[in-house]
């Protein structure tokens, strides 16, 4: 560094120390800066002893304020005091199967999921959640009626698979027990009373048990949905009933209950008691499926439960069962009856479903992925079955179409004043030929079983519920290629193409029999147009699955009629046969020789 940087740096120093002279605090100043710090200080400190001496006197109003109010909580709730108020606090309770979520305020389930399916929009299947159901027990304690529900649990002991709440009532105790076993759908409920007697009452002695849930929508098709959901329940080791699923409906019920079950479309609520509920009060409250979007229904039942507090130790054990509807699941429990819940039909066509359709369902559901390939499947086991009658029923047309101009012929010998001698001779002519003019509806009508079997089954069958083929993204509810911005009344607000491709076939049908038939039934072919119309309104709301069904079917009926026609049926070959039958000697039924002596009574009657 050179003699010019020492001179310069020197200089920049004797700078910075006379700017430090000049600019520092006279005494003076200096003196009111320190009074004004005390000062603030001294205010800091009177702030925080007003803060301290407030806080106190807040403690002293609150300690009054606390007294006051458990003196009035004692008044209000006697020794149930310590139980009415507190925090909610929540603990889960689950398996592989279901998922629980428990609630300290009434010891209650709070809500209760299906972990294998999912809602509509791939939300959680929950059965019930929250505040929208409501459980508990009624009971008397000075002069009022309390409800467990409103009670505040304390949680006594939790493990993997079992939760206990208590609540602590003097010097004795009420429990809530819960226990949900591996791969199960029932849950182990139990309600214990210890030294409750000098405390607590209840009448006759019973507990009214209460049991109210608010059921939400989980399908796509509401109208299906609310339309398959209600109220079960079975009078002790009787039948199974259930109340209406529309409008309001309110039901009493005197006698012993097993078990009362709130059931969706796929899935159910139920309770049921180890000891017969003693008589019930039932109700159900559908919503209007187009203001509401959330709640389907309000179902609620009040339940006589045996259970006397006067002794020492008193408990009731219950089970939950929160599972879907699917028949083998149900059926698990033979003893219970479950499978009722189903809606497969009675008598027939319940036999039917269950013993015929389900079996071979379940035997291709093993063999094949595909659900669109098990209906057609189905369907062409169900068409073989019934192929005789269909052969019946088109071989006993084809013989009444070849008598027509025999019975032209009748008709006009006859006239029509003479109705009675006209019936008569056409009834001898059927007699002769060994034609019976009902051949063509018996076998129709004996069909009828397994289709009707079928209408109960594709609605209610849960393996169908979010399985998709070609266009329908869910066969157990309807297929939508179109949403409309309206609604079209008794139609929907949407189209249907396995809907529409069911009546098209159907009319194509309708003009095949009315062929076949105008010869004959000339009025009917109105009839076979309507018929079509009025399917295409009632079944644009029903699953996909079930119109497709009905749309393979009648295409496999026009095969085999084709077939029919084709191979097996010779309407010259018939007439021939009708014409040897005549030749031969007819011997009359009891029932024609009742039918000829009437059409004589009558015939003198009328002379």
Known sequence: ?????????????????????????????????????????AAEKARQDSISALQAAQSVEIAVDDSTRLNQ?????GILAPCMEGEQNFTKLENNLISLQLSSKGARVYSAEVKEYKAYGNKALKLFDGDNNRFGFSFIHNNRSFFTGDMFFQLKEQNDSSVSYIANIGNGSLTMSYFLPHNSYEVHYTITADSLGDKL??????????????????????????????????????DVEDLGATGEQHKEENLGIDWVAYKDQFFSSILKANTPFAGATLSSVAHDIDKDTLIMKDVASN?????????PHESADFSFFFLPNYYYALDSYKDLDFTELLPLGWGIFGWINEYFIIPVFKYLEMAFDSYGLIILLLTIIIKTIIFPFTFSSYKSQAKMRVLKPQIDEINKRIPAEKAMERQQETMNLYKKAGVNPMGGCLPMLLQMPIVFAA???????????????????????????????FKIPFYGAHISLFCLLFCAVQVIYSKAQMQNQSQTMPGMGMMMYMMPVMMLFFLNDFPAALNYYYFLSMLITILQTAIIKRFFIDEKSILAQIEANKKKPSKKSKWQARYEELLREQKKQRK
């Not at 519920?465 to 949403?483: H, K, P, Q, V």
């Open 73 to 77: 909580l004692n008044a209000k709730y």
């Open 455 to 485: 209408f109960r089954f594709f609605p209610a069958a849960i393996e169908f519920r979010g399985e998709s083929f070609l266009w329908a993204d869910d066969l157990s509810t309807y297929d939508s290629i179109l949403d409309l911005p």
């Open 303 to 311: 339940l006589g439960v045996k259970f006397d507090m006067n002794k």
């Open 201 to 238: 009452f209840n009448r006759n002695p019973a507990i009214e048990l209460e049991w109210a849930i608010a059921m939400p929508y989980a399908e796509k098709g509401h109208k299906s949905e609310s339309t398959w959901s209600g109220v079960y329940y079975r009078i002790n080791n009787g």
């Open 1 to 41: 560094m050179d003699k010019k940087s020492y001179i310069g740096l020197a200089l920049i120093f004797a700078i910075i120390v006379i700017f430090q002279w000049i600019n520092s605090p006279s005494e003076e100043e200096r003196e009111k800066w320190r009074a004004y710090h005390e000062q603030q200080a």
